[in-house]
């Protein structure tokens, strides 16, 4: 870029910075201070509001949603997801609270993978033998660079970060992006995207937990739940798929209509056994890599609604069975079993072992790409 430009862009990009942040758009989106990390470099918070109220609070540390407030059927505004008020909180974070995971979110068996016929072993973070959720410094655990984006009816922020070649055993620098935007229609669009200059895997993903009553003391078993999915994938005792695409018909898997979180948790199936409860992904039914809708969940209580909609082939649901009271959340709440759940889309868990699932795998040139759209409305 020549020196020209340089003043330009910086000339253009200010005035748009200060406006979104000082005057007038102030409404739709701020940026505070949040702490300091124990290095001493700074995150930061930022706040979207939109037109109906709906806010999404953000941190650049783990390219985290801090929280989403949404309203009941009433109007009544609560916070749906669990997470920390502080940055010391977020930090020590071990269940991956409303994180950004990567580079490989879900399990890899054995921490290894062959790929171009060289075998890569990855850092192996406390899940037995296999590696989960990017290692033992994910992109959760990292410092993103923030920058406030808008377009016509969404405000957002743009988190990117580059995880240098060999970084928890991944080989290739990989330049990730990960832009959240609110909309006017009260939808939490979520846009991954990176691009590697060696051979590498990738399968970012959003690890919100939701609880639609809005108080995280409820459970989640009387949440009502449909997956747009045929198919599951059957595990083994290390949550690790055995390769088998399972018909969830006449199954406690069996979410093609809304159906209750609770209905059929305690059945007796090997494969709740094996989840303790549901933590299995889901094919999805949509095979056009376009964004389509993936899963809907809705609480009778609050009237609160989601649509979740993707261009990923699976959809990972957890229903929050490792949650055991021990970690204080926001208010010193200590988030108890099954009190919230995860919906997250993504390539199917230990895809790059097997050569069936669809691949996972990104070479220079190319560019990863997803979608999530999280709708929200009452009924
Ligand atoms: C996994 C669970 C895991 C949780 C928190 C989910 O994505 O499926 O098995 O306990 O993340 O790490």
Redesign the pocket.
């Known amino acids: 870029m020549s020196k020209l430009s340089r003043i330009i862009t910086v000339a253009l990009s200010v005035p748009i910075f200060s406006c979104l942040v000082g005057c007038g758009m102030n409404k739709l989106f701020q940026k505070q201070d949040y702490g300091a990390l124990p290095d001493g470099r700074k995150a930061e918070l930022y706040t979207l509001t939109n037109a109906d109220g709906l806010k999404a609070t953000l941190t650049n540390y783990g390219a985290i949603l801090v929280s989403m407030e949404v309203p009941d059927r009433d109007g009544k505004l609560a916070d749906v997801t669990h997470g920390y008020d502080t940055l010391k909180g977020w930090l020590s974070n071990t ?2 609270f409303g994180s950004t995971v990567g580079r490989y979110g ?1 399990r890899i068996a054995k921490g290894q993978f062959a790929l171009d016929g060289k075998t890569y072993s990855l850092a192996k973070n406390n899940n037995g033998e296999n590696a ?2 990017g290692g033992i410094k994910g992109f959760d655990k990292v410092l993103w660079d923030a920058k406030p984006v808008k377009q016509a009816g969404a405000v957002g922020v743009e988190f990117n970060y580059v995880s240098r070649d060999g970084e928890e055993g991944y080989p290739g620098n990989l330049k990730n992006t990960v832009t959240y935007w609110l909309t006017d229609k009260n939808e939490l669009r979520i846009e991954f995207k990176a691009t590697t200059d060696k051979p590498t895997i990738v399968n970012l993903c959003h ?1 919100s937990y939701w609880n639609l009553t809005g108080d995280p003391k409820n459970t989640i078993l009387d949440h009502e739940l449909m997956l747009a999915a045929d198919r599951f994938l059957p595990v083994d005792k290390g ?1 690790i798929p055995t390769g088998e695409r399972r018909p969830v018909e006449g199954t406690p898997f069996d979410f093609t209509k809304l159906t209750k979180v609770g209905a059929r948790i305690n059945a007796e199936d090997e494969q709740l056994k094996l989840g303790n409860g549901y ?1 299995h992904c889901w094919v999805l039914r949509s095979k056009t890599g376009d964004v389509a809708l993936a899963a809907t969940l809705y609480d009778p209580s609050s009237g609160r609604a989601m649509d979740l909609s993707t261009d990923q082939p699976g959809i ?1 649901f ?1 229903c929050g069975n ?1 949650l055991d009271g021990s970690a204080a959340g926001k208010g010193g709440t200590k988030y108890a079993f099954r009190t919230a759940l ?1 919906l ?1 889309t993504q390539r199917f868990p230990d895809s790059p072992n097997k050569p069936d699932f669809p691949s996972a795998v990104l070479r220079p040139g190319e560019t990863y790409r997803h979608t999530m759209v999280h709708r929200f409305y009452t009924r």
Do not use: A, M, R
Request: net charge negative; charged share 15%.
């Open positions: 269940s991956y879900n989960l959720h690890h949550l933590d990972q957890y490792f995860c997250e």
